[in-house]
């Protein structure tokens, strides 16, 4: 017993000088054979003392042996409260919101000592920080802006790929929503406060939630997790290409780029805006009200010229698919066989689709290069369903044919009957 | 000749034919001005023998599987040659065939014919009607269309409404909770093997009551019939026969010509309902009266109460060859004259009705 | 005198005959020819159902795809550079192009943005959301047959 509470002693003594030398020489995780910390707290009638110990059993850092002393030091084999949480043993009870991200980074920050543990985890977390927005307001003594623990959690901390933390993509929105839909709160740092809500309309926010694709971008996506920063009017583009590179790479054969940046206009959101990007529409297209070329161009120049063209071709292109995949599904309805139809239908949209990424570089005949594959494919489609529909009035004239000799042979049976019984 | 003479001995001499020639040469069909009342059972007959063939036909290639159903029914009708005619001619004179018996039975039903001693031809063609509409009933879901999915899980979905025995009838038609590939099998194997067995069996005991029994004369007409000659059977009325079957058979053609029976798009059990469920037209005044009525009435659940009203308003007309005691002076009661016309004006009126969109 | 008064009547019942015969025989013509091409089965002689042929394993070269068809849908056949075969939908579940193999990039790509597969069809980069639908793929001789949802 006494052997092993000296070894118990040794460990933690152990421990407590890996502490206070860290980060330059970071200890080997400490099981402490007893942990007064735990034991005393989770008995305590306060709910602010006793909940961080019920949340440390389901802390990622508990699991892998760091104690609440690992960050809150004090003594955790004594049984003495007053022993066990001495200052003089590096017992902080309440970290001032400046001391969390160094504390935190006094591992996280430390690769040597972050690869026993998480060999795959970026250890950039709190140089990141200091360049966020966050992290240059608390440089400058805000005490209301987000650290660490604001978005991980203090106690319970769990890895972000778990579902339950409040980081995981589909809680990471409502996380930063604690703070930013705070509208008095973000009026004082200059910011609306609706960024939330907005996003909340975006084709973005659906993708997450309604088709749970956890790829789709959420707030950090775009603004960085730990260097929190929204992205200049120039490297909007840059963010919005890491998963659009197509329309990228066509915005920039466009004439809108040097445009876009002589102006100082963001590339991107200019038309799609920036947190309610919503479902791209071919009518934008156009100088007409709440049509996006308007915001630059006016009836007759050259930009509204071009958008007249490109939204014709389009519309063209959409009818075009409307009417025959109609005609299509009609004959289809009747039991004509119009599986080439089909393929040349799906052709079509196909190329389509395409146009409307062309549509990022502005130029008229790069659209109607992809529309005009749509309306052959289309017109093509549209050939086999009049074949159908031919033949299908080629079959009712057989059945006409065979109508008629039905005919003849029932009128000349009755005037059989009638001769026989006359 | 001779060699069929010889042939003609032989089997004669063996099976003594004779007094079968002997009954059919000398049967006859009386003449009145309500003759042409009696083709309408043959008729029935005809587009009957066209299910059989044209259903036979369709199983070289159909598939009872949730899975190839409605594949292998678009095989039929876009690549097997002629399988378009084939299908649209199987759907079109199931939907006659159940036309021509309605107004054969309303026709036997306003003569009286029903009255001793013909009961069992009654019952025996009240039955027939009934496996009529199971044949409809089944026959519906096989292309495993979204519109006859539906209206499969609407239709099937009433029988558990029957007091007691609901739910065990709903598992049995189903063959599960619901209706899935399961009960496309069942539906296929009470379609091609079960009702057909039974059909046969009811219709040879139909048509052998009508040999035995003659063609029945209603009073009124009897004078007539009296004075003027009856036609022979052969071959006058067979040919007169022959006559309306290639009308029936003009009428097919005619039917799969210009309305040519849709595929449809396949049924997805998953997707929601789609807009305007109907059964087939001879279960609209069924259907539409049910929807009429409030979900609640006397207490007792409306469709319930509906359902019920239709077992008795069946159970009546089965038993009107009992029922109806007949006018002291000879023919039938008055009453259920009236009652007849009252029904069919309820049948053809709501299912007019129901076409004309008037229940929307 | 009788027999000028028969002479039409007779010729006009042979006519009769000879018209009710021949309607009678064309009739049955017409509702037999049907059935007997009905029972001869079309060339393609099976309703595709979950099971086609899709290529020819000596037309696949390493390192390279083909795209066939489940009745009007696409299916991507793709031999990969170490000589595996294996199927997919060729239906982006971005927005539902069709995928093409990419031999520089030893990819599955969708040629309307960009998005990208691996070889297990395995969506790794640009919109799509989800991997392709993967088919089992059975080869016989040189015949490569793919089977749906299985």
């Given at each position: 017993m006494r052997c092993s509470l000296a070894v118990a002693t040794l460990a933690?003594?152990?421990?407590?000088?890996?502490?206070?030398?860290?980060?330059?020489?970071?200890?080997?995780?400490?099981?402490?054979?007893?942990?007064?910390?735990?034991?005393?707290?989770?008995?305590?009638?306060?709910?602010?003392?006793?909940?961080?110990?019920?949340?440390a059993t389901s802390d990622i850092h508990h699991a892998q042996g760091i104690t609440c002393a690992g960050c809150h030091g004090g003594d955790p084999a004594a049984t003495d409260s007053s022993a066990a949480m001495d200052p003089r043993k590096g017992f902080v009870g309440v970290f001032a919101p400046r001391a969390i991200p160094e504390m935190c980074?006094?591992?996280?920050?430390?690769?040597?000592?972050?690869?026993?543990?998480?060999?795959?985890?970026?250890?950039?977390?709190?140089?990141?920080?200091?360049?966020?927005?966050?992290?240059?307001?608390?440089?400058k003594g805000a005490t209301d802006v987000a650290v660490c623990s604001s978005c991980h959690g203090a106690h319970g901390v769990r890895p972000p790929s778990d579902a339950r933390s409040p980081v995981y993509p589909t809680r990471v929105v409502e996380t930063c929503a604690r703070c930013h839909a705070d509208v008095a709160l973000m009026n004082r740092y200059g910011i609306k406060g609706n960024e939330v809500e907005e996003y909340k309309k975006s084709v973005h926010y659906a993708a997450l939630m309604e088709k749970n694709d956890l790829s789709a971008p959420t707030c950090k996506s775009c603004h960085g997790a730990h260097g929190a920063t929204p992205p200049g009017v120039d490297s909007v583009a840059n963010v919005c290409g890491t998963c659009h590179v197509s329309q990228l790479e066509k915005f920039d054969q466009s004439p809108h780029k040097d445009a876009f940046a002589a102006l100082q206009q963001p590339a991107c959101e200019a038309c799609h805006s920036n947190h309610a990007?919503?479902?791209?529409?071919?009518?934008?297209?156009?100088?007409?009200?709440?049509?996006?070329?308007?915001?630059?161009?006016?009836?007759?120049?050259?930009?509204?010229?071009?958008?007249?063209?490109i939204s014709g071709a389009l519309a063209s292109t959409v009818a075009a698919e409307a009417s025959v995949g109609a005609r299509v599904a009609r004959v289809k309805r009747a039991g004509m066989l119009m599986d080439a139809a089909d393929v040349k239908l799906e052709d079509a949209h196909q190329a389509y689709i395409m146009a409307t990424v062309e549509i990022h570089t502005a130029i008229p005949a790069r659209v109607e290069k992809q529309t005009a594959t749509a309306l052959a494919d289309t017109s093509a489609a549209d050939k086999d369903a009049a074949a159908a529909e031919k033949e299908i009035r080629y079959r009712r004239t057989g059945l006409f044919v065979s109508l008629v000799v039905i005919a003849i042979a029932m009128v000349t049976l009755a005037f059989k009957v009638r001769s026989m019984e006359r | 000749m001779r060699a069929l003479d010889k042939l003609w001995h032989a089997l004669d001499e063996r099976f003594e034919l004779e007094p079968i020639v002997e009954f059919v040469t000398h049967k006859v069909v009386p003449r009145h001005r309500h003759s042409w009342a009696y083709y309408f059972g043959g008729l029935t007959l005809f587009f009957f023998l066209v299910q059989v063939a044209t259903g036979i036909l369709l199983l070289l290639y159909y598939r009872p599987t949730a899975e190839a159903a409605f594949e292998s029914v678009q095989f039929i009708v876009t690549r097997v040659p002629f399988g378009w005619l084939v299908r649209s001619v199987h759907s079109w004179s199931a939907n006659l065939m159940i036309l021509s018996a309605f107004a054969h039975m309303f026709s036997v039903y306003f003569m009286g014919s029903y009255a001793k001693p013909r009961e069992l031809t009654w019952w025996t063609g009240f039955a027939l009607l009934g496996l009529a509409m199971g044949f409809g009933f089944?026959?519906?879901?096989?292309?495993?269309?979204?519109?006859?999915?539906?209206?499969?899980?609407v239709g099937t979905d009433m029988v558990s409404k029957v007091p007691f025995a609901g739910a065990w009838l709903l598992k049995f038609l189903r063959g599960g909770n619901e209706v899935t590939g399961a009960t496309l099998t069942r539906f296929f194997g009470f379609h091609v093997a079960v009702l057909p067995m039974l059909t046969t069996l009811l219709l040879g005991v139909h048509l052998a009551l009508i040999q035995r029994q003659g063609m029945h004369v209603p009073v009124s007409l009897e004078e007539e019939a009296k004075k003027r000659k009856p036609i022979r059977f052969v071959p006058n009325f067979m040919l007169r026969e022959g006559v309306v079957w290639l009308l029936g058979l003009a009428a097919l053609a005619a039917l799969a010509a210009f309305f040519p029976w849709e595929l449809g798009t396949k049924a997805d059990p998953f997707a929601s309902a789609p807009a305007g469920i109907k059964p087939e037209w001879y279960f609209l005044f069924v259907f539409e009266t049910l929807k009429l009525l409030p979900a609640h009435l006397f207490g007792i659940e409306g469709e319930l109460l509906g359902l019920g009203a239709f077992a008795a308003g069946g159970l009546v007309w089965f038993l009107v060859p009992v029922l109806d005691r007949g006018r002291p002076g000879g023919g039938r009661g008055r009453t259920f004259f009236v009652l007849g016309w009252l029904v069919l004006a309820y049948i053809v009126g709501f299912t007019f009705a129901s076409f004309a969109g008037v229940f929307k | 005198m009788r027999a000028a008064d028969e002479t039409p009547a007779v010729s006009r019942r042979i006519a009769l005959n000879w018209l009710l015969g021949t309607s009678l025989g064309a009739t049955l013509v017409a509702a037999l020819y049907p059935v007997f091409r009905f029972v001869i089965p079309p060339r393609v002689a099976e309703a595709p159902v979950n099971r086609v042929l899709a290529g020819k394993l000596s037309q696949l070269p390493d390192n390279s795809g083909k795209i066939f068809r489940f009745g009007s849908k696409p299916g991507i056949l793709i031999r990969t550079p170490t000589g595996k075969v294996r199927a997919f939908s060729a239906v982006c579940t971005h927005l539902g192009c069709t995928v093409q193999y990419r031999p520089d990039l030893q990819h599955i790509w969708c040629a309307c943005h960009n998005g990208q597969y691996d070889l297990q069809g395995k969506n790794i980069s640009g919109p799509p959301p989800r991997p392709l639908e993967a088919y089992k793929v059975d080869i016989t001789g040189d015949d490569v047959y793919v089977t749906k949802g299985a």
């Open positions: 933690i003594g152990l421990a407590a000088a890996a502490r206070a030398a860290a980060p330059a020489a970071p200890a080997a995780p400490v099981r402490a054979a007893a942990d007064s910390c735990l034991s005393c707290h989770a008995t305590l009638k306060d709910e602010r003392l006793r909940k961080p110990a019920e949340l980074g006094s591992c996280h920050s430390n690769a040597a000592y972050m690869l026993r543990y998480a060999p795959n985890i970026p250890t950039d977390q709190l140089s990141q920080y200091r360049t966020s927005k966050h992290g240059l307001a608390l440089a990007i919503g479902q791209p529409q071919d009518s934008w297209i156009g100088v007409a009200d709440k049509q996006v070329c308007g915001a630059c161009h006016s009836a007759g120049d050259a930009g509204a010229t071009a958008a007249t063209a | 089944s026959g519906y879901l096989l292309p495993w269309n979204t519109l006859s999915y539906f209206a499969t899980r | -």
